[in-house]
């Protein structure tokens, strides 16, 4: 047996909305791209002081991010670090939304 199309899937535009509307359900957010302006201004705030303006580490221990250190981890690490913290780095737990985390990440991402 042949599975039909979805009644509200026909033609591109309407199969296309359909399915970005099945993956909002599925993920519990709406289609989100990272914001590197707001990671910018996270940033300043948040983690400039440990780990500089140009992401190269002020505080012994922090990983020089202008050099690529630590980044080469996808970002599902880097965001566990960021929320439950490491070492001499806090936990950022509650203090950012879930897509701040992204934002903020690609923000560091830029110093390499
Ligand atoms: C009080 C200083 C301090 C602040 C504030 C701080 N960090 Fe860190 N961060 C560190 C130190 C120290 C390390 C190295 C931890 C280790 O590996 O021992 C680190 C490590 C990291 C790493 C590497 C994690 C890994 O998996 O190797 C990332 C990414 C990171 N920090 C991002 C951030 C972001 C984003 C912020 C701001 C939201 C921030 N840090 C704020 C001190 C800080």
New binding site residues.
Partial sequence: MRARPHSTCTGLRNCLTAVLAAVSVVTGSSIHAADFFNGEK??QK??Q???GINGQGV?G???NFARGQ?LM?PDF??YE??DRG?????A?RGVFKEEEYYD?ITY?RSFY
């Fill in positions: 996270l940033y948040y983690c002081s440990c780990h505080i221990g922090a990983p630590a981890k690490n880097l670090t960021i490491k070492n001499a780095m806090p950022f903020v560091i």
